[in-house]
């Protein structure tokens, strides 16, 4: 037999195997933020993090129920077993949740000021004096320590669907220097404010791989796990068939996965 043919044929029996373990279709619940091209809960497209997990639960056994919250509570009621899952941490961001093998995006933290400002980052040194907005309950590995240890330099603002007018706004009014956020997120909000002229892009820290994570409430375990391993096999026969791509061109964005 095909070994290519035998290997597809063991992942339709272990999906097959999975779905059959359901009776009737399983509520899967999502805490999501709203955080735009990845997730846009008040957009004309549902942002592609959203409809990458559609296609991968698509025609599953499972019922997909998303509701959007602020990040630290979106993060809390994963802990506490209240959803089932959170789109889309990074792992230093969440590192109590469950991660599958696979991940759904990548994220790229980018500085951002004012356009006459000639300050770029170029390591933590070019951090010093500086006053920085970032969001609360982010990660961004490279940065941490620093930020442990200048906690003063650092102005932390929660993280919802205002962080980013509420970031340029302190940039304005001279209250920071700069702000860190995600490059895609800030960059589409800047151009759908219509202000994207007035700033810039002033380096860029680390890149981080984001996922579906899921409770660690030890009452969910069985089904979580069934859930995670659903997940993972559909999401590695997605990534294979090109249906990614076609997904972020839809947001003018490249194949995440290059």
């Known amino acids: 037999m095909n070994i290519t043919n035998s290997i597809n044929n063991i992942v339709v029996i272990l999906v097959l195997s999975i779905s059959s373990s359901f009776v009737k279709a399983e509520s899967l619940k999502i805490s999501t933020i709203d955080w735009c091209p990845q997730i846009c809960p008040k957009g004309k ?79 933590l040194t070019s951090l010093k004096g500086l006053k920085i907005g970032v969001a609360k309950d982010t990660s961004i590995e490279e940065l941490n320590e620093y930020m442990n240890k200048n906690k003063k330099q650092f102005g932390f603002l929660p993280y919802n669907d205002t962080y980013i007018k509420k970031s340029i706004k302190k940039l304005e009014a001279d209250r920071v220097d700069t702000f860190i956020f995600t490059y895609n997120s800030t960059v589409y909000k800047m151009n759908e404010q219509g202000v994207f002229n007035k700033y810039r892009s002033a380096g860029c820290v680390s890149i981080a791989k984001i996922y579906m994570a899921f409770t660690p409430d030890a009452s969910k375990t069985d089904s979580v796990e069934k859930m995670i391993r659903y997940f993972d096999l559909r999401m590695e026969t997605l990534k294979k068939s090109g249906d990614i791509e076609i997904i972020m061109k839809r947001y003018g964005l490249e194949d995440w996965q290059g």
């Open 45 to 123: 497209l549902p942002g592609y993090v959203i409809e990458t997990v559609q296609k991968v639960f698509e025609n599953s056994p499972y019922v997909l129920s998303t509701e959007n919250y602020p990040w630290t509570r979106a993060i809390k009621l994963v802990e506490d077993g209240e959803n089932h899952a959170l789109l889309s941490p990074a792992k230093a961001e969440t590192p109590n949740l469950l991660f599958p093998k696979h991940a759904i995006g990548i994220q790229r933290m980018c500085f951002f000021t004012k356009k006459e400002s000639s300050w770029q980052y170029t390591g």
